[in-house]
Nanobody, 125 residues
């Protein structure tokens, strides 16, 4: 059973930084993809960033390019999302997720198989 546990959310001011962590367990991750999504009330879950475990291919949504950095530590089975220059529009619940295998879009939440419980990020102006 795959389990994902996020941590690192909180309340910060605009311009500040936060680092989210997602600890994964229950499987040897090789060709899988780890993604970060975010969601605000009344809106669909939105793609933020993704990274492949094996090749380190990285993908970002346009609103976070240049400000957010996704990385992984294979030894710790942990994926990170470093968020810099935070804006009030970044306020959301952030979820990590894993897409098992190579099939499907990294950008769509529909292709991800397991999800964490989410961590709240609030950016005040």
């Amino acid at each position: 059973q795959v389990q994902l546990v996020e941590s690192g959310g909180g309340l910060v001011q605009a311009g500040d930084s936060l680092r989210l962590s997602c600890a994964a367990s229950g499987r040897t991750f090789s060709s899988d993809v780890m993604g970060w999504f975010r969601q605000t009330p009344g809106k669909e879950r939105e793609f933020v960033a993704a990274i492949t475990w094996s090749g380190g291919n990285i993908y970002y949504a346009d609103p976070v390019k240049g400000r957010f950095t996704i990385s992984r530590d294979n030894a710790k089975n942990t994926v990170y999302l470093q968020m810099n220059s935070l804006k009030p529009d970044d306020t959301a619940v952030y979820y990590c997720a894993v897409r098992l295998g190579r099939i499907g879009s990294v950008y769509s939440s529909l292709w991800y198989d397991y999800w964490g419980q989410g961590t709240q990020v609030t950016v005040s102006s």
